[in-house]
């Protein structure tokens, strides 16, 4: 048939890449681990045969669950490595951190970048303070307003524990202050 597509799935597969980066720079702190995730997701998908592929009812919610199973791996492993090192983890600073905060109109953009810039790296530092089912339970619910039954599944946790875990990271936010700004030289 001229002009039939044979994978009517493939475009909206990859118009998924955005939001799966999104998630798992959030969910690992790194924009090369989140690369690394997403391209493992995406071997996945292509490693399934076209019969599988269109078995799948939302292509998008299936690549958001591989996604953040691979992240809690990643999590799990990376959290074994950093209890080895010595010295202090500092986590990779936000690309674009105007999606955490925001500042009052007619504000100096140069206060603005510095809020920004400690503002996301206390994130950070309290994002790595978590249990790897605590930041996906957080991420996922209050960054992408997932359901706490989806959350369930993709962590193989009951929806209410999904929703303590949640609730618990929430506690470590608000309890947590951000690091001192070193004294400029």
């Known amino acids: 048939m001229a002009g039939h597509d044979p994978d009517p799935g493939l475009g909206a597969v990859m118009s998924e890449r955005r939001q799966l980066i999104n998630l798992a720079y959030r969910l690992l702190g790194s924009l090369a ?3 690394d995730a ?3 997701t995406y071997a996945r998908w292509y490693a399934m045969s076209p019969e599988q592929q ?4 939302s292509p998008g919610a299936w690549l958001t669950k591989v996604a953040s199973r691979i992240c809690l791996d990643l999590l799990g492993s990376a959290r074994a490595r950093r209890e080895r090192y010595v010295g202090e983890w500092i986590p990779e600073p936000l690309p674009a951190s105007t999606e ?25 530092v309290v994002l790595e303070s978590m249990t790897p089912a605590e930041r996906v339970a957080l991420i ?13 599944e993709i962590t193989g946790r009951t929806p209410a524990a999904c929703r303590q875990l949640a609730s618990s990271a929430r506690r470590r936010i608000s309890v947590a202050k951000p690091p001192p700004t070193p004294a400029a030289r």
């Open 100 to 124: 955490w905060t925001s500042s009052p109109p007619g504000a100096d953009p140069a206060d603005r970048v510095t809020l920004d810039e400690s503002v996301s790296m206390a994130f950070l």
């Open 140 to 152: 996922l619910h209050d960054v992408f307003a997932y359901p706490f039954a989806e959350i369930a």
């Open 33 to 35: 681990e989140a690369e």
């Open 38 to 40: 997403v391209q493992e």
């Open 54 to 57: 269109q078995a799948i009812e």
